[in-house]
């Protein structure tokens, strides 16, 4: 089976700052990986690579057959294979739960209304949100907010998702509501990528670790990585962070 997402010796700076220095890895189809490391580390900034958001200066990444390293990338057809969710919801405010949700499919995807009426509402069921499909996100908690962030993406019926801190904005509990959520995705086979701080969560759902240091894999494994990390600077993280 091939890889649904590959990297290959990426590099991406910002000025004199090299965030990415030489990032190479690997995703199965239905494999969780989850991204872990020190604030600055380069994890979020490759996941937003993942996504065509940032412009590399060299190497190579393919996602769902799309050449993302490529000048004539498509990213419409990327982003109907590629959902991403961020920290901060990105809702709009103006439009219901279930606007918001199907927006992209009557934009992009050109369905129909009662098409993309029928998906968001299936995809708002699985976040637990059915029964606020007429809300507005100002009369949504956090959590919810988030909740349905991840409705409009999986509405897409995209073949890999990424999630960048998305818990970092909520309380405990409203994290507890977003995690489960996508302990949900794992269990029905959604390929996922996760950029987290939450070392539990990495380690109940992710099939796949990766550590970040210094823009660069440093140590990558399963989950029992993070019982018996290689490396001082992944003991130090790990013992920090439980």
Request: proline share 3%; net charge neutral; aromatic share 4%.
């Amino acid at each position: 089976m091939s890889p649904i997402v590959r990297l290959s010796d990426v590099r991406k700076s910002f000025g004199a700052l090299q965030v990415l220095n030489g990032v190479s890895f690997s995703v199965e189809p239905g494999e969780v990986v989850a991204i872990i490391g020190q604030s600055g580390s380069g994890k979020s900034t490759a996941l937003r690579c993942i996504d065509a958001l940032e412009t590399i200066q060299g190497g190579e990444i393919e996602v769902c057959g799309h050449k993302i390293h490529s000048s004539d990338l498509d990213k419409r057809a990327l982003r109907r294979d590629v959902g991403i969710v961020f920290q901060s919801y990105n809702l709009f405010p103006h439009l219901t739960v279930l606007e918001n949700a199907s927006l992209a499919l009557n934009c992009v995807k050109k369905l129909s209304k009662a098409e993309a009426r029928d998906i968001s509402l299936d995809c708002l069921g699985r976040v637990g949100l059915a029964e606020k499909a007429s809300f507005y996100p100002e009369q949504l908690s956090g959590g919810q907010q988030q909740r349905a962030a991840i409705a409009r993406s999986l509405a897409m019926q995209p073949q890999v998702m990424l999630f960048d801190e998305v818990t970092s904005a909520l309380d405990p509990q409203l994290t507890g509501e977003v995690l489960k959520v996508i302990e949900n995705l794992a269990r029905g086979g959604m390929t996922m990528i996760l950029v987290t701080h939450e070392m539990a969560f990495a380690r109940k759902v992710a099939s796949h670790i990766l550590y970040m240091h210094l823009g660069r894999v440093w140590e990558h494994g399963p989950a029992a990585l993070l019982d018996a990390p290689q490396t001082e600077e992944l003991r130090s993280f790990v013992g920090n962070g439980l």
